[in-house]
């Protein structure tokens, strides 16, 4: 066997193979344990959970971990810690590598003001699109028969007093109207199917058939985030009810299914 391997290891072709495999094999393994240092192959870390905490928390514990923050976008939500993390990309627990940029938003340290639109002279639904062009909503509607353009702005009211236009308010706020209507016409008006409707989307159609609308929320809504997430599951009058200008359309209303199993 000795004089064998002597034999083969004197063949200069031979040895010339053999050499020039232990090379490739040799480049192979050190270029294999290069990619695993560099793309720390087979090593992650489960994403920490950054809701609710502040930026300067969040950067710490990024730090701690060999993580990237980046923030994206900021909102406010009134039940929330201002300034806190409402939502991250990607999600706690998600494993990860070393140095995975985190995409936050941040819950807004104030609420964002908008000037109040003149919308007099305007008609319902005229109203409606300049308030939502500003951020805020059609609040109470509230018919006057003394003017006979129906739906005709007269009046627009905030918490019971007159709202100058050109003040600042926050978005998201209600502002009521008073309108006129013609007596004399025909002054009944269908009630809309709103059962199965986000309550936002719920509320904007019954608006839009010049009816006002009055919440009934399930036992499980215990804050604002839910209240935005539920649906509609009854309603009185029943769609198809002829009623009059103003009359209130009562919503009962739950959690979406899927707000329901994310909690």
């Not at 340290?109 to 639904?125: A, F, H, Y």
């Not at 905030?158 to 706020?173: A, C, F, Q, R, V």
Request: aromatic content about 10%.
């Amino acid at each position: 066997m000795k004089d064998y391997l002597l034999k083969f290891w004197s063949n200069v072709y031979f040895r010339n193979i053999f050499c020039a495999t232990l090379t490739v094999i040799f480049i192979l393994i050190l270029s294999n344990v290069f990619l695993n240092i560099v793309t720390r192959h087979g090593k992650s870390l489960p994403l920490p959970d950054f809701g609710r905490k502040t930026l300067d928390s969040v950067l710490i514990i990024a730090r701690a971990n060999d993580l990237r923050i980046e923030v994206t976008d900021s909102v406010f939500r009134y039940d929330f810690p201002k300034g806190a993390v409402l939502m991250q990309n990607p999600e706690a627990g998600i494993h990860v590598k070393k140095n995975r940029k985190v995409f936050l938003t941040i819950n807004a340290l104030s609420q964002k003001k908008e000037s109040v639109p003149n919308v007099t002279g305007m008609s319902l639904r005229q109203a409606k699109t300049a308030f939502a062009a500003k951020g805020f909503k059609v609040g109470a509607l509230n018919y006057d028969p003394s003017d006979y353009a129906t739906n005709n702005v007269l009046r627009q009211t905030y918490k019971g007093d007159n709202i100058e236009p050109g003040t600042l308010l926050p978005t998201g706020e209600y502002i009521d109207l008073k309108l006129g209507l013609d007596t004399t016409a025909l002054a009944t008006v269908s009630v809309p199917e709103v059962t199965g409707l986000m309550k936002s989307t719920a509320e904007d159609l019954i608006v839009d058939n010049s009816l006002n609308y009055q919440h009934v929320f399930d036992a499980n809504i215990k804050n604002l985030t839910d209240s935005l997430n539920s649906i509609v599951y009854k309603q009185e009058p029943e769609t198809g009810t002829h009623s009059y200008y103003g009359r209130t359309v009562k919503i009962w209303l739950k959690l979406s299914r899927n707000k329901s199993k994310s909690q």
